[in-house]
């Protein structure tokens, strides 16, 4: 079965200033599906950014950006320009390959609270 | 409505209780899941519904959980004589077909076994 690892439970950042959240995750397959979501305290789970594995060539969207290292099975987030707003729980999710027939599933990590410093 | 809703918001029930939560999927969107988030902790998968078809109840606890979409809209979670254990938010979430559709959740029900 596929795990994913966040590490760091808890990080802080400036405004304005850059902020990196690392994710791994164990899989036997060669293709799949990753995805960064944000849950800001009011419980709805964003989609910020995602990455198909088998294009080599990194996600990225406004400030957000991955960098995902196929071989190294890492998934990290970087956020550009912190912002109030982006202060939130962020979660790294796993799909597996679409099957005919099979199931959609998320396989999240356990998260990494982000606070925003003013 | 433009996203997904899911009511109740909040629900308190007494142990041994029966609950259902709803959801109410984005229109036109095929695949709706459930998941289970206790606090502090990630989503985790409970099950995937195509259209009406239940295609993945692996995530479900225990035959105490019993999820439904009889006509491949709105979606009813139920849970039989509820432990404290139960207590958590119950996301939804629902997506087009496709291979790189991305899930839309709702807000989520707090559920608390008192």
């Known amino acids: 079965a596929q795990t994913v690892t966040q590490s760091q439970p808890e990080m802080s950042v400036q405004e304005a200033e850059t902020v990196t959240l690392s994710c791994t995750y164990d899989?036997?397959?060669?293709?799949?599906?990753l995805f960064w979501y944000k849950q800001p305290p009011s419980r709805q789970m964003i989609l910020v950014i995602r990455?198909?594995?088998?294009?080599?060539q990194n996600a990225t969207e406004n400030r957000f950006s991955v960098n995902f290292q196929k071989a190294a099975k890492s998934f990290s987030l970087k956020i550009s320009d912190s912002q109030l707003g982006d202060a939130a729980m962020y979660f790294c999710?796993?799909?597996?390959?679409?099957?005919?027939?099979?199931?959609?599933?998320?396989?999240f990590g356990k998260g990494t609270k982000l606070t925003v410093n003013p | 409505g433009a996203g997904v809703s899911q009511s109740p918001r909040y629900k308190v029930a007494k142990r041994g209780q029966d609950v259902a939560l709803r959801c109410d999927p984005i229109s036109g969107h095929v695949s709706l899941f459930w998941y289970q988030q206790a606090l502090g902790q990630g989503p985790e998968f409970l099950t995937y519904f195509q259209n009406e078809a239940q295609l993945d109840k692996s995530g479900l606890p225990s035959d105490r959980f019993f999820a439904e979409r009889p006509e491949g809209s709105v979606s009813t979670l139920k849970i039989q004589r509820t432990q404290q254990e139960d207590s958590a938010v119950y996301l939804c979430?629902?997506?087009?077909?496709?291979?790189?559709?991305?899930?839309?959740f709702g807000d989520g029900t707090r559920l608390s076994i008192l």
């Open positions: 999710a796993y799909r597996s390959p679409f099957a005919q027939g099979g199931s959609e599933k998320l396989v």
């Open positions: 979430a629902s997506s087009l077909w496709g291979q790189d559709q991305p899930q839309h």
């Open positions: 899989t036997s397959e060669s293709d799949y599906y």
């Open positions: 990455q198909e594995a088998y294009k080599q």
